[in-house]
C-alpha cells in the first residue's frame, strides 16, 4: 500500500511560482512512475507531468517551459515547481504513483492551486 501527502496550497498571482511537494510512504515498488494531475470542477484529471525513477519526464504541453517536476527517491519526495502561472493553471493537483506509466495506482488527496489577483 501506498500513501500520498501533498502540501503547498496556494494562491498566486498570475506570473508568479509555486511549489507543491508530496510526501509517499508505504510500498516503494509502487513508485516506479510518479506524477502531477489536476482536475478542474466538473472536468476530468488530466496528466501535468510525469516522473519515472531515473529522472525521464514528461509533461503536458500546457506547462511546458514553466513547471518543473523532480523527485528525491532517497526521502521518497516528489515536487512540482511552478512558474509563470497564469488563471488558466487554477485547479485541484493530485500527486500520483504507479507502476506503469500515464496508469496511477495511488493518489494524494488533492491540493488547491489558485492564480488570481
Known amino acids: 500500500q501506498v500513501q500520498l501527502v501533498e502540501s503547498g496550497v496556494g494562491l498566486v498571482q498570475p506570473g508568479g511560482s509555486l511549489r507543491l511537494s508530496c510526501a509517499a510512504s508505504?510500498?516503494?515498488?509502487?513508485?516506479?512512475?510518479m506524477g502531477w494531475y489536476r482536475q478542474d470542477p466538473g472536468q476530468q484529471r488530466v496528466l501535468v507531468a510525469e516522473?519515472?525513477?531515473?529522472?525521464?519526464?514528461k509533461y503536458a504541453d500546457s506547462v511546458k517551459g514553466r513547471f518543473t517536476i523532480s523527485r528525491d527517491n532517497i526521502n521518497n519526495m516528489l515536487y512540482l515547481q511552478m512558474a509563470s502561472l497564469t488563471p488558466e493553471d487554477t485547479a485541484l493537483y493530485y500527486c500520483?504513483?504507479?507502476?506503469?506509466?500515464?496508469?496511477?495506482?495511488?493518489w494524494g488527496q488533492g491540493t488547491q492551486v489558485t492564480v488570481s489577483t
Open positions: 508505504g510500498s516503494t515498488f509502487g513508485f516506479n512512475f
Open positions: 516522473i519515472n525513477r531515473s529522472g525521464l519526464t
Open positions: 500520483s504513483s504507479g507502476l506503469l506509466s500515464g496508469r496511477p495506482q495511488y
